[in-house]
């Protein structure tokens, strides 16, 4: 069993950046999709970044162009940089990752991200 565990999340102004981290207890070189979710207050969850083992990466049109996922594979992590965020960003962030050998889907349990004046 592979948990996740997320960290970096808080309150930031508008405009302003974060940097989510997702730490993995076993090694995600064997993963074969790593992703950024988020679920804002009374909306459905939504994934928002998407990274396979192929090298493809996928963002959500409400980030495209700020955000950015990446991986350390040393360190078993997987990153989203957060840039020019906006209140409407304002949500509580999920890190997942499924490995298809196992056939198995992982999810951490979330980190608050609140953007604010």
């Known amino acids: 069993q592979v948990q996740l565990v997320e960290s970096g999340g808080g309150l930031v102004q508008p405009g302003g950046s974060l940097k989510l981290s997702c730490a993995a207890s076993?090694?995600?070189?064997?993963?074969?999709?790593m992703a950024w979710y988020r679920r804002a207050p009374g909306k459905q969850r939504e994934m928002i970044a998407r990274?396979?083992?192929?090298?493809?990466?996928n963002y959500a049109d409400s980030v495209k162009g700020r955000f950015t996922i990446s991986t350390d594979n040393a360190k078993n992590t997987v990153y989203l940089q957060m840039n020019s965020l906006k209140p409407e960003d304002t949500a509580v962030y999920y890190c997942?990752?499924?490995?298809?050998?196992?056939?198995?889907?992982?999810w951490g349990q979330g980190t608050q991200v609140t953007v604010s004046s």
């Open positions: 990274f396979n083992s192929g090298g493809i990466t």
């Open positions: 076993g090694s995600i070189s064997s993963m074969d999709v």
């Open positions: 997942n990752m499924y490995s298809g050998t196992r056939e198995a889907s992982y």
